[in-house]
């Protein structure tokens, strides 16, 4: 069928909807309607880009991180160490003094990595960082 004979569905030809549209408007405002249509973008598609540039998944990480870490490591060592982020493989956790990031740097560092690395896989922990802060 030529472009403008197309039905809408009810038998009426496009052009003749699209005449009584511009008349009843005051003017034929199909090119602004379907440039408005070209740019829209469904919820479902503009979604996971603005998830990615808030960051979302890497917060989720992080908490649940934060939720095993609180889980797996003895309490009294959690009392003065915490996590506070993760980057390219790298779980930085800060500890509230010196004596107690000797104590973990010294003893406990590869225990903590080894069960880390056994609930989120060695390719999400590869390496710690302790530092006071």
Same mark, same amino acid.
């Given at each position: 069928?030529?472009?403008g004979?197309? =039905?809408n &569905? #009810?038998?009426? *030809?496009?052009?003749a909807?699209?005449?009584? +549209?511009? $008349?009843? /408007?005051g003017?034929?405002?199909?090119e602004?309607?379907?440039a408005?249509?070209?740019?829209a973008r =469904?919820? &479902? #598609?503009?979604? *996971?880009?603005?998830?990615?540039?808030?960051? +979302?998944? $890497?917060? /989720?990480?992080?908490?649940?991180i934060?939720?095993?870490?609180?889980?797996l490591?003895?309490?009294?060592l959690?009392?003065h160490?915490q *996590?506070?982020?993760?980057?390219?493989?790298? +779980?930085?956790?800060?500890?509230d003094s010196?004596v107690w990031?000797?104590?973990?740097?010294?003893?406990?560092r590869k225990e903590?990595?080894?069960?880390?690395?056994?609930?989120?896989?060695?390719?999400?922990?590869?390496r710690?960082s302790?530092r006071?802060?």
């Amino acid at each position: 069928m030529p472009t403008g004979f197309r =039905s809408n &569905g #009810n038998g009426v *030809p496009a052009f003749a909807r699209r005449r009584v +549209l511009a $008349q009843w /408007r005051g003017g034929d405002f199909t090119e602004q309607e379907q440039a408005r249509a070209d740019r829209a973008r =469904s919820a &479902g #598609n503009v979604l *996971p880009s603005l998830l990615d540039k808030m960051g +979302l998944e $890497q917060r /989720r990480s992080e908490a649940e991180i934060v939720r095993v870490w609180n889980h797996l490591i003895d309490p009294a060592l959690t009392a003065h160490a915490q *996590p506070s982020g993760l980057r390219k493989g790298t +779980l930085f956790v800060n500890v509230d003094s010196s004596v107690w990031l000797d104590e973990i740097v010294r003893y406990r560092r590869k225990e903590i990595l080894q069960r880390l690395q056994h609930s989120f896989g060695t390719g999400q922990i590869q390496r710690i960082s302790f530092r006071v802060g």
